[in-house]
């Protein structure tokens, strides 16, 4: 069997500033196309009730901020925060075209201070997973709120609750030798149980805290066919990055189990996959 390497797959902040940012901007409207269900129960989760002075945490390229800024109270303020340029760059410009008071910044929420602060809402949709120090990150974006605020932050539930995700590890390893992901490095599945998080948030201050599960059906890329959407897992999974070592035959193995692997989900000519994710809501102290 043939052995890819890097060892890991995890995924660090730093990536994102660089290669990582600028491959999930390539890939901007596919991702947000297969993310899109996560916004409601998120949106709904962060009670966005009332004037607030709202940021979005590692906004990526802005889908969530559109609907954050349709959806806030008249007279609320939305600030969108990211790390990587090319992906803050694509953001300012999509909100451009909006008439609100909103913003957005290129920082490492890790250690930035609040750019425009306190917030009564800290909103994120799984850009809270890739921290170097998560104790240090959530210390840090506690001193974001103010009293009262609050939090609700989306991260993926476990990998066998997320065959969307997982089903391109599993062709790999029909294949290959694919090196088994550390589960405490940064990356997608970082918080998988929740207990991690919900201890890292409760340490950093955060009270009130909870955890609901939204389980729903994710269309990848938006609603692909099994073909286009293999292709679309190659080029947007940072795991689809091994594959770039791999010899064609290999590849080409990987990329027909996968399209196998589909065609069992294809529902009205698009691939429909089940997905859990954990919602994890809290609240700064009065
Ligand atoms: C999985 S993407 C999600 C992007 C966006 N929220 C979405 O759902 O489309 C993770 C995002 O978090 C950002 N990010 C990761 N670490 C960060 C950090 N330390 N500070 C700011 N942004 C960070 C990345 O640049 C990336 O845009």
């Not at 906004?59 to 090319?86: E, F, N, V, Y």
């Not at 974006?141 to 991260?155: D, E, K, Q």
């Not at 409760?202 to 939204?214: H, M």
Request: net charge negative.
């Amino acid at each position: 069997m043939n052995q890819i390497q890097p060892p890991t797959q995890s995924v660090s902040a730093e990536d994102w500033a660089h290669e990582r940012g600028q491959k999930w901007c390539d890939q901007l409207a596919a991702m947000e196309a297969t993310l899109d269900p996560v916004d409601a129960p998120l949106i709904e989760a962060g009670r966005l009730a009332g004037p607030l002075r709202i940021a979005e945490i590692g906004c990526g390229g802005g889908g969530t901020m559109l609907k954050l800024l349709r959806q806030a109270h008249p007279g609320s303020s939305l600030h969108g925060i990211d790390i990587s340029p090319a992906l803050t760059e694509m953001a300012r410009s999509r909100i451009a075209e909006e008439e609100s008071d909103a913003a957005i910044h290129t920082a490492n929420v890790e250690s930035a201070t609040a750019p425009d602060g306190p917030y009564d809402r800290l909103i994120s949709r799984f850009g809270i997973m890739f921290f170097d120090d998560p104790q240090a990150a959530f210390s840090n974006l506690y001193t974001w709120l103010s009293p009262g605020g609050r939090i609700a932050f989306a991260v993926w539930g476990p990998p066998p609750q997320n065959p969307w995700m997982t089903s391109l590890r599993e062709a790999v390893a029909q294949v290959m030798d694919v090196p088994e992901p550390d589960p405490d490095a940064p990356g997608p599945f970082r918080y998988a149980g929740g207990e991690k998080l919900y201890g890292l948030l409760q340490a950093a201050g955060f009270r009130d805290l909870e955890i609901r599960d939204w389980r729903g059906t994710i269309a990848l890329g938006g609603g692909l066919p099994p073909d286009h959407a293999a292709d679309f897992a190659f080029s947007a999974f940072s795991l689809g990055d091994l594959l770039a070592d791999a010899d064609e035959t290999a590849t080409t193995a990987v990329r027909e189990r996968l399209i196998q692997r589909y065609a069992q989900n294809e529902q009205d000519g698009a691939v429909q996959m089940d997905a859990c994710v954990h919602i994890v809501t809290g609240a700064r102290s009065a």
